[in-house]
Structures are given as C-alpha cells and as structure tokens.
C-alpha cells in the first residue's frame, strides 16, 4: 500500500505528553485514534474529551499536580484515556503490569504512594490483598465510575466486569481548562515498575520530556504516518508498548486497535485479516514461534528443499516465497514489524532479511524511555541494534583492548530521572560523568553500528579468563527443532544448560512411560538424558570451543518469564 506523507504538521506545540491528544485532535479530529475487538471506538476528538474529562474528575475528586495515580488494566481504548487523563490533570501515572500479582499490586501501590487507582473489572480480583491507606479514589476503567472503598477493601459492582461502556463527552459539559495542560517537561510523568530477570522490581521515573523527546526521535528510525494501523499486543504498562506503540501512533495521527486475549495464531487470523495493520511491535518470541512452527517445516519438508536451502541462491529465493506468505498471513500491507524486549534469534533473523520481511530491531530498557537505537526495514544488519537515534551519545566503557567489548552506556534526554525512593541504587547505575550503565556488553561496529553480546549480570568467566555470553549458546539451542526455550548458567564450575523440550517432543518420548513404566520416574530420566545428549553433540559441534555445554538437563515446566518473554534468570541459579 502507499503511503503518502502527511506528517509535516509541527510538534512545536507539544511541549508534554498532554499536549499529544490537543495536537492530535485539532489536526485529525474525527479520525479513528483507538479501536477494539468489541467494537469501542475513539476519534481524536473523543480520545481528547475523553482525556480531558478524566482529567477534571481526577481533579473534582482532590487529584493534585505530583499526586500518583495507578493504572492497573489490560489493553484497551480506556487505558490511554486513563493515562493522558492523568497527565492532563498534571499528576504521575503509575502504570502495573497485569501480569503481577496481588501482593504486588499492593506494594507498588504502597510504595508509589498512590492516591488514586485506575482498575478494570477484569483484574479487579488482584486488589483482594486490600488497599494500602494511601489510595483514596478507585475508578471502575471499564465505565469510569467512582467505586466504593470499605476498610481497604474495594466493593465489587452489581454490573458484568470487563464490559466496556465507551466514555463520551460533550464539550459544553467541561469546566475551563486553562488549570489543565500546565506540566512542565522535567515533571515526572511516569513511575514504572519493571519486571525484570533479575527479581527486584524498581520504580524508574520518567519525565515528559523523557518520553516525548523519545517518541519524536523515533522518527530518525522509521517514520510513522496518519495512515497507519497499529496492532497493539504489548502490555501498554510496559514502557516499550506505552512509547512506541502508544504515544508514537497518537502524535501522528495513526490508528491502534487493542486485542483482548493472547496472541495465538487463530485467535489473531480474522482480526489480522480484518484489520490488515502498517505496524505492529512484538516481541522475538512471537515471530520465532511462527516461524519454527509454520515456515521452517514448509521450508524443509523434503529432502530436496532442504538440498535448495543449503545453496544462497535458492534460499533466498524461497525465503523471499515464504515472507510474501508471512506478510499475507498478518494482513497484507505490513510495513513495519517492530521487533524489541529481547535479543532475536539469529536463524529466524538471516530468514527475515533474505525473506526481504520488513521487520525491524529496537534497542532499549525502561530506563532510557525505551529506545536508544534502531534500524528501520530497509536498513537492517544481521546480529546488530542498529544505530544510535539522534540526540542520544552511547559510549564503550572498558572497552576489551582486543575485542573492543565493554559495557554500554548511554546519555541523552530519554535517559530516566532515576529510581523512586532509591538513591543509592540510582547512584550505581549512573557513571560519574552522568551516563546510564546499561548492563549490556557489546561493541560499536562500523558506521556506528551496536552489536550486542549479552548482560554483564550473566556474563561466565571461562576457566581461561575468556568471556562466555549464555544467550549466545542458548541461541544454538533454540534453533534445535525439539527445542522450546533454554537457559544456560555456570554450576559447580560447568556449564550447564536447561533445556525445555517441545509438546510433541515431550509426547513422542515420555507419554508411553506413564502406562508401560512401573517405575516411571527412573524411565523418564533415562530417556531425557538420551535425548539430551544427543542434543548437547549437536549443540557443541556450533558454538566455540570455551563455550562447548557439559551437561543438559531436562526442564519439565516452561520457564517462568517477564512480560516481554524474557526468562526470568534469577529463579533457576
């Protein structure tokens, strides 16, 4: 599809976040902003009164500049109504994943101070640990209405919960805004927690400028026009969704459209049909798993394909086939698959680029708003991060005087103010000229270009004084067509590698075991290690001789993960 440029209108007024929508809704006013599988709809014009009454009730009800208001939802039109509403009223938004539980629902609201909570009726079961004695307001966001708080406790509505009621407003119904839209850039915008492979979650704080300033360099990446459709399947709680997939379409005139379960295959078919998106932003597992489980079998279901895809040209050729294919499969007029969160695998990567899919790399964490580098379709280079976005320094400190590998870390207005009510761990991530210590390892190649090997955290040290990145071997691993996922670690001096095997794999070996097997736990064992070892052979003979595995060992469950499907490390050391 063509897409015509439509984006020279000016950001000069958009000085903070709550001026998105005002700009957004004088120069697209009745164009579609928000959509949903239900069928609720916002234009700009709606989205903006929409906001801009949530704003006043926050307000009415004793909501104050500063004051944090947490939104606990999963997607939908109301959560961005929810969060520019409160930045309108120039309080802080804390965003909560759905995914945490109630325990900690109820320490971020506590350690956040929340005055105020946004929930949908939906996860409102995650609130039956009680409220902290902070939060005085607690807003129904599936119809916006006030809900009744008894000794902590929130009293459930006689109504369906999860059932949206579309919030409309008419402009003579709003009180003057000039007390509205007044939050400096440097004003906190956000406190996000993350949660992280490492365990601990961290309230970072997030500026307006920090996220607009983000939002408008990602142009120098890929340019996002009026005519795009995007298909949100991120929590909008996590900062890469909530910037790239939020802010980003709403400063341009674009369109999102919320699903309201997983992403599976035949859940997204019709709706990918329907919809047919310019833009998605996924993380690696979602295309990896298309990929391993639909285009590698067509790719290698005969012995004469898998001779075709030893040799460059055929490959390319029916790689080319089988992204045409792809690209059908997710609507046809894709122009931008933005891919984030975690590293991709480097077999399902060399398919996309000699595919010619218009897939796309980010590079980034919560800290840093998210993006710090990029490269858009047309610009891809294997196994990199692209380059660095304009206005933001990235620097190599330590850097390795062989392999020039050291630590990356960044400077720029994205870069967070710091972790709430946590200045000693915000001292440690900063270096003493001011520059964010990602944890990251990597180097800078030509042209500027950030190849990444690993985090610090899970670097190994080899026995030799070599550095060991786990996520490189787990990468081999995972390419492995019995394999599900993988986690590599030190252990007792070894390296050690968890390996989950696939369902059908599972099934195959071990399913019999349970009927024929007296003793079943004894079988089991031996057939995984069998199946293990000939895995760890074919492993080793692919990755470097210091990084050769010396045990595998059978995860039973899937690993346990954050909500950008990263394992979350820290649970299986």
Not at 182 to 198: C, F, P
Request: net charge neutral.
């Amino acid at each position: 599809m063509e897409m015509s440029n439509m984006n020279s209108i000016s950001w000069e007024g958009v000085l903070n976040l709550a001026h998105v929508l005002k700009h957004s809704a004088q120069n697209y006013p009745s164009k579609t902003a928000l959509t949903s599988v239900d069928g609720t709809t916002y234009n700009y014009r709606e989205l903006e009164l929409a906001a801009r009454y949530t704003a006043t009730l926050l307000r009415s009800s004793g909501i104050s500049a500063g004051d944090r208001v947490a939104i606990l939802s999963e997607n939908s039109p109301q959560w961005p109504i929810a969060y520019f509403g409160t930045l309108t009223a120039g309080a802080t938004t804390v965003p909560i994943l759905p995914d945490f539980q109630g325990p900690d629902v109820k320490s971020i609201l506590e350690h956040a101070e929340a005055k105020t909570l946004f929930v949908s009726g939906k996860l409102l079961p995650k609130l039956t640990e009680g409220l902290p004695k902070s939060v005085e307001l607690v807003i129904n966001l599936d119809n916006f209405k006030i809900m009744e708080i008894d000794s902590g406790k929130v009293i459930q509505p006689e109504e369906t919960p999860g059932k949206l009621v579309k919030l409309e407003v008419m402009p003579n119904t709003l009180p003057d805004e000039k007390s509205l839209y007044g939050a400096a850039s440097d004003d906190l915008a956000a406190i996000i927690y993350t949660s992280g492979t490492t365990g601990r979650s961290k309230g970072v704080m997030l500026t307006h400028h920090n996220i607009l300033s983000n939002a408008k360099q990602s142009r120098t990446v890929h340019e996002v026009v009026s005519e795009d459709r995007f298909l949100s399947m991120l929590p909008l709680a996590h900062t890469y969704e909530c910037t790239m997939g939020m802010v980003v379409p709403l400063l341009n005139g674009a369109t999102v459209h919320y699903i309201d379960k997983a992403p599976t295959a035949s859940y997204l078919t019709p709706i990918l049909q329907k919809l047919s998106p310019t833009t998605m932003m996924t993380v690696p597992m979602i295309i990896e798993k298309i990929y391993r489980s639909k285009v590698r079998p067509a790719l290698t279901k005969s012995p004469l394909l898998r001779f075709l895809m030893k040799i460059g040209f055929t490959r390319k050729v029916l790689s080319r086939a089988a992204a045409r294919k792809l690209i059908t499969f997710f609507g046809g007029e894709l122009r931008f698959f933005g891919v984030g969160g975690a590293p991709l695998a480097p077999d399902v990567e060399k398919f996309l680029i000699e595919g010619g899919f218009p897939y796309a790399i980010g590079y980034g964490l919560t800290e840093t708003s998210p993006m710090v580098a990029g490269f858009g379709p047309s610009d891809a280079v294997y196994k990199s991060v692209g380059t660095v976005m304009e206005g933001i320094t990235v620097r190599i400190d330590n850097p390795d005087p062989v392999t020039k590998e050291g630590e990356i870390v960044v400077d720029g207005p994205n870069v967070m103010k710091g972790y709430y009510k946590d200045e000693e761990k915000t001292r440690e991530v900063f270096t003493p000229d001011g520059f964010f210590r990602t944890g990251d390892l990597g180097y800078i190649g030509k042209n500027g270009i950030i190849y990444i090997r690993g985090r610090s955290k899970n670097m190994i040290l080899g026995p030799n004084g070599e550095n060991i990145y786990p996520e490189e071997i787990e990468a081999v691993i995972n390419s492995k067509d019995i394999v599900s996922e993988s986690l590599v670690m030190e252990y007792k001096g070894k390296l050690v590698a968890r390996v989950h095997l696939k369902v059908e794999v599972m099934e195959e070996h071990f399913n019999h075991l349970k009927e024929n097997a007296a003793d079943f736990q004894h079988q089991l064992q031996a057939k995984a290690d069998e199946v293990l070892d000939e895995l760890m052979i074919q492993v080793n003979q692919h990755v470097a001789r210091n990084s050769r595995l010396q045990l595998m060992i059978l995860q039973v469950q899937p690993f346990e993960k954050t909500p950008t499907q990263k394992i979350k490390r820290f649970l299986y050391h």
